[in-house]
């Protein structure tokens, strides 16, 4: 379970970061910059916070928050106010690099191999394989073209989206306690990660 936890967060959290117009594919996006993270991972003259901000970096360009928000939030998405759809993506996606921070870190030398590439419209799916020294882990990449860039918005890990497991994790609180109760608590998530990893939480927390 921890390998594949390790696996998704390794190619989740390294789409995209060249510009879309060297690319002429989606997965040609996806190889460069799982390639590039590779590559920040590897680098032993960079020390650990850089290594991070590097790969932070890549998450922040790479994702479209926006669209992952609104399908996590699913029904309270249209329910929500303009400030509180902005400050939902906020925190999501400060949460995602926090909660992957250490994880990604662990990375070992598993390979990647890109094995099928489905376009319709504006939407894609990269088909990709984890291949390691005793298992082989099916991801696939949802991606979305937004005025012409390639942007993640989920991943499919052996049949699980990372969307969907969201959207029912905080389904339940925005449920019982509406969406202030809820960006409470993604708000508390990412200070608890943060305290975690040795960072202060913020005056008054």
């Known amino acids: 379970m921890r390998l594949r936890v390790l696996c998704l967060i390794l190619t989740w959290t390294v ?3 060249a510009f879309a117009g060297e690319f002429s594919t989606p997965t040609a996006r996806v190889k460069d910059s799982v390639d590039r993270v590779i590559a920040i991972l590897k680098d032993s003259s960079l020390d650990r916070d850089t ?3 590097r790969i932070a970096d ?3 360009d790479g994702f479209d928050f926006r669209s992952m928000s609104q399908s996590v939030l699913a029904t309270r998405w249209q329910d929500a106010s303009q400030a509180e ?3 939902f993506t906020q925190f999501f996606s400060q949460y ?3 909660v ?3 994880k990604i870190e662990s990375y070992s030398d598993q390979r990647v191999i890109y094995k099928e590439e489905v376009v319709h419209g504006n939407r894609a799916v990269v088909r990709t394989m984890i291949v390691t020294s005793n298992t082989q882990i099916p991801i696939d990449f949802k991606l979305k073209n937004n005025d012409g860039e ?3 918005y989920d991943v499919v890990i052996e ?3 990372l969307v969907a497991n969201y959207r029912s994790t905080f389904a339940v609180i925005a449920k019982d306690e509406g969406m202030d109760g809820l960006l409470e608590n993604i708000r508390e998530r990412i200070e608890q990660y943060k305290r975690k990893y040795g960072k202060l939480p913020p005056p008054g927390t």
């Open 100 to 102: 992957y921070r250490s």
């Open 51 to 53: 290594k991070w901000k």
């Open 15 to 17: 789409c995209m970061t």
């Open 159 to 161: 049949g699980i989206s």
């Open 58 to 60: 890549v998450i922040d």
């Open 150 to 152: 390639w942007y993640a």
């Open 85 to 87: 759809r902005q400050q």
């Open 96 to 98: 995602i690099e926090e």
